[in-house]
């Protein structure tokens, strides 16, 4: 068995391949998924293992085939070799031993690796797999090693949920890590490129896509586009190690977080280089940090990377900026994710990275969700940089199919002038609403607001000629007649209002809250 960093790694190459097809038979039989932890744990427990407390899950766990499992791979107990051998009747100790999964020590194993159901839903229904990881520092007891893959997190879920799901032909996963993104992938795309520069993400990326038989991802090592040099995709998807880390070697370098660059260069580098790896109207989508240094704002960095890029006349960007840490709070929350706790070690780390951002003057650290498109046309790239702090109304699943329609509404609105827009019959996106707040007795709103339902839930404060002509459209009258009747009701001049309201219906058809189908196409 081959030995990465001192740890079994799973061996797809040197195991026979129907392990994996044991295992998982196992794994079904004894109903080893979320559904059925769920439903053995119950919510307390659940919601206690999620803030990192064992104990309930594991006193309620049980002795039978499930409870086994849950407690040797999901937290990483130690077990009698007959209880996991009972558990896994298929496959065997020895099988589990051979993949990787645990080690046999008297008559007691050890687990090696996390291994867990993940249930989702998307545009092609819903599914479930199992994925393997390393272990975590709940099991470890301590900091992590420098070559950790991590399982699906936040992070993970994020991006799936913001990925653009059309069918395609070939997708990039560049950072593959445990392979969580390219399986996503796997599911609208023909093949499937996963890169990694960690040996070991790209091991427990194969053993997930065998375990979950996915057969249309292919391995490459390097770092960042080197394995992919000269190829073009039409869909990239990257959760990069882009944390920035100190490089003067006080602390630890994750693989799975740390790109090796300094400061935001890594999320820089990766922006500057996809559209030279993508087809013409391919996507990248990614996720990642940048800085805001004394004077210079973070977004605004974000643009003048897009902008310095080898295309970037051909380069449309709609970035959206999710949170923004101070240092210290940054700093803090990277240690704790090594496993780091409070004492002089932690106050060490905290002291290198305030260095390091004191080195290039920055003053706070923003984190993001980028979109990239190489357009299809010699139209002007759309450029689009937004500031949407907190939770986002209907969660992020979904979101990908909400990107996608506003990169189309984008287009569709830059393609009409203004006497086309009149003349298109608009309609209210089902999801949209109108909110008005009036002081006790007055005849008329104070307020109006329209609120959007799905997407990133937005909303507009929308005065009465602009409520009036939004309420109106619905696909019947030509926007132009609308403007035209709202003015005469209220009393107006159709051209003055005319000029008021339609950079509005611009913004309202980019958001998506107004569809323009006549412009489609």
Do not use: K
């Not at 990039?172 to 609208?188: E, K, N």
């Not at 900026?321 to 060490?348: K, M, N, S």
């Not at 003057?361 to 940089?385: C, K, N």
């Amino acid at each position: 068995m081959l030995i990465v960093a001192g740890r079994p790694a799973p061996q797809n190459g040197a195991v026979p391949p129907e392990l994996h097809r044991l295992l998982a038979d196992d794994l079904a039989a004894a109903a080893f998924t979320t559904g059925g932890l769920e439903g053995r744990w119950g919510a307390d427990a659940s919601a206690a293992l999620h803030r990192g407390d064992r104990v309930p899950a594991s006193r309620a766990s049980g002795t039978d085939a499930l409870g086994a499992l849950a407690r040797a791979l999901v937290l990483g107990e130690p077990l009698e070799v007959d209880a996991l051998g009972r558990a896994l009747p298929s496959l065997g100790v020895d099988g589990a031993a051979a993949l990787g999964l645990i080690e046999v020590d008297g008559g007691v194993i050890r687990p090696l690796l996390d291994l867990r159901p993940y249930a989702f839903v998307d545009d092609a229904g819903a599914g479930e797999w199992w994925i393997a990881s390393d272990l975590g520092e709940l099991t470890v007891g301590g900091p992590l090693r420098r070559d950790h893959v991590l399982g699906v997190g936040g992070a993970s879920t994020t991006l799936s949920g913001l990925m653009i799901r059309e069918p395609v032909d070939r997708v990039l996963d560049l950072g593959t890590g445990c392979g969580i993104q390219a399986m996503h992938a796997s599911r609208h795309a023909r093949e499937v490129i996963a890169t990694d520069v960690s040996a070991r993400a790209l091991e427990l990326a194969g053993f997930n896509a065998a375990l979950n038989r996915i057969p249309n991802i292919g391995l490459r090592r390097g770092s960042l586009f080197d394995p992919v040099a000269g190829e073009r995709f039409d869909r990239i998807v990257s959760n990069p190690p882009f944390v920035i880390t100190p490089r003067d070697g006080r602390a630890p370098r994750y693989e799975y977080r740390d790109g090796g660059l300094s400061g935001d260069d890594l999320v820089a580098a990766v922006v500057g280089g996809a559209a030279d790896h993508l087809e013409r109207g391919g996507v990248a989508q990614l996720l990642g940090n940048w800085e805001y240094r004394d004077g210079i704002d973070g977004l605004e960095r974000v643009r003048g990377w897009v902008d310095a890029s080898a295309d970037h006349a051909r380069t449309d960007a709609w970035v959206i900026e999710r949170e923004v840490q101070d240092p210290a709070l940054y700093a803090e929350t990277w240690i704790r994710d090594g496993g780091q706790r409070p004492g002089p070690d932690f106050d060490a780390l905290v002291g290198a990275w305030l260095d390091d951002f004191a080195g290039r003057d920055v003053v706070s650290v923003g984190f993001g969700w980028l979109t990239l498109r190489r357009r299809a046309d010699e139209a002007r790239p759309i450029r689009r940089f937004e500031r949407m702090p907190g939770p986002v109304a209907g969660g992020v699943a979904g979101l990908g199919a909400h990107l996608a329609a506003g990169l189309a509404a984008s287009d569709a609105e830059r393609r009409v002038d203004d006497a086309a827009l009149a003349g298109s019959r608009l309609r209210v996106a089902a999801d949209v609403t109108e909110e008005r707040h009036y002081w006790p007795g007055a005849e008329h709103p104070t307020v109006m607001t329209l609120r959007q339902g799905g997407g990133f839930g937005r909303s507009w404060s929308v005065g009465t000629e602009l409520a009036a002509v939004v309420g109106a459209c619905d696909g019947d009258l030509p926007l132009g007649a609308i403007v035209g009747a709202v003015a005469e009701l209220l009393g107006g001049d159709a051209d003055a209002v005319a000029r008021g309201v339609l950079p509005r219906v611009r913004e309202l058809v980019r958001d998506g809250a107004l569809l323009l189908p006549d412009a489609a196409g």
